[in-house]
């Protein structure tokens, strides 16, 4: 079964992404970090490396770089794409992203 979220919930004043799943987990991210780990091709720095999944503990420990969320859109029914304060919108995260970059125990399957 692929997890999708349930509930979808971004704080801008504490800048904190918050995904509740439909397996029960819930997921948080910084915007930062989830900045940092935008996996499109221009931050992933080409093609060849666009399957690196940046690690959920880089992500959860990044440097405040003062990011803000301006907007949060839906990708059909499998991604998340963010406009940034920066100006970056081309990110697509994916569920599977999404899920791959906060540290979730025990999952599997
Ligand atoms: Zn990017």
């Known amino acids: 079964m692929k997890a999708h979220p349930t509930n979808i919930q971004a704080d801008r004043s504490a800048r904190i992404l918050s995904i509740s799943w439909n397996d029960g987990k819930t997921t948080t991210y910084p ?50 794409q963010p406009l940034w304060s920066d100006g970056h919108s081309t990110g697509m995260y994916t569920w599977e992203l999404l899920r791959a970059l906060a540290p979730v125990d025990s999952e599997q399957n």
């Open 31 to 80: 915007f930062d970090g989830l900045r940092l780990a935008c996996p499109c091709v221009e931050c992933k720095g080409g093609h060849a490396k666009m399957g690196n999944v940046t690690p959920p503990s880089v992500v959860q420990n990044a440097p405040n770089l003062g990011i803000q969320l301006e907007n949060l859109q839906a990708v059909g029914s499998y991604a998340l």
